[in-house]
């Protein structure tokens, strides 16, 4: 009763005291990790902030630019990384169209048929972002075959898998990418590689760095190619020849001349016939050879295959 009335009285301070708690238990279900030194928090402030943190280059030492050998002098240098860049905008668009489009462009369906978009548009974006590395461009005919009468380069196969040689007569006879549908060029009646880019396509995938021992020529020929679209369309998305036509026909039907392009027509295409020819130097197991004319005919193509027959168109 006293200190009711002493409370009330404000004589006696009220303390009030919070309960006491002991360390809470350890969730041994669900631990928390302590922020480890590599964290990074980062408020968008400070442009050089990353560079206070430690983080793991995962693409150090990654080839960015296809190299080119010291053997090819200035101006051969300068002409071949202008085609290395044209090859791959060709792709990179080649890619883009099917992602864009997928299985149901024409053109899709026309080349590769009903086979998944995923395959080719993967080749394509292997020849633009891929590592660059394991592969080589040289200009010094170190297996000589650049004498021989209308050879513009050639894959050094068993004697360096990962090297092309490009010869004198490819800058003077492949065709800028610039020039798409011009000098009376045709998809179906000239050959894939009569633009320059299309060209190093076909040589990067010669090369086991880009084409894995997958892509090779399946079928021989414009002709060819769409049979095997509807025959065999699981090789056509692995087929040299489909993959070249393909990007070559939609640049020109998207960039070049919208709309319209100049894929020609099948009456066109020239009717690939196999003749026997003289046997392969030791020095190369894939040939590519065009003849000496200026005209604008297609240039003409030989290749080996490997059983030793070489086939030209």
């Excluded at 280059?57 to 090819?72: K, L, M, Q, R």
Aim: proline share 7%; with cysteine.
């Amino acid at each position: 009763m006293h200190l009711a009335i002493l409370l009330s009285l404000g004589l006696i301070p009220l303390v009030i005291c919070a309960p006491q708690y002991g360390t809470p238990p350890e969730d041994h279900e669900h631990p928390q990790d302590p922020p480890g030194p590599d964290l990074i928090q980062y408020d968008g402030t400070d442009a050089n902030a990353y560079a206070d943190y430690h983080i793991n280059d995962w693409a150090e030492g990654a080839v960015t630019e296809y190299p080119i050998h010291n053997s090819c002098n200035g101006s051969e240098a300068a002409l071949l990384r202008k085609a290395l860049y044209e090859a791959e905008v060709l792709a990179a668009h080649a890619r883009d169209h099917i992602l864009r489009w997928g299985s149901s462009s024409s053109h899709y369906k026309k080349y590769f048929g009903s086979a998944a978009t995923v395959e080719p548009s993967g080749w394509y974006n292997k020849i633009v972002n891929g590592d660059k590395g394991g592969v080589l461009f040289r200009c010094d005919n170190i297996d000589g075959n650049c004498v021989l009468d209308g050879w513009a380069g050639h894959w050094r196969g068993e004697n360096a898998t990962g090297e092309t040689v490009i010869c004198p007569l490819s800058y003077t006879a492949r065709w800028p990418l610039a020039g798409m549908c011009m000098y009376g060029y045709e998809v179906s009646s000239h050959e894939y590689t009569s633009y320059f880019a299309s060209d190093i396509h076909h040589r990067l995938f010669h090369m086991p760095a880009v084409g894995e021992y997958t892509v090779d020529h399946y079928a021989e020929g414009y002709r060819a190619a769409l049979e095997l679209a509807v025959d065999h369309p699981e090789d056509a998305v692995r087929n040299t020849e489909s993959l070249a036509f393909f990007a070559l026909e939609v640049y020109a039907y998207d960039i070049a001349v919208p709309g319209e392009g100049c894929p020609g027509s099948l009456a066109e295409a020239p009717v690939e016939e196999e003749e026997e020819a003289a046997a392969p130097t030791p020095s190369s197991s894939s040939a590519e050879a065009i003849p000496a004319s200026t005209t604008s005919a297609a240039p003409a193509e030989c290749h080996t295959h490997s059983d030793g027959e070489v086939h030209c168109t």
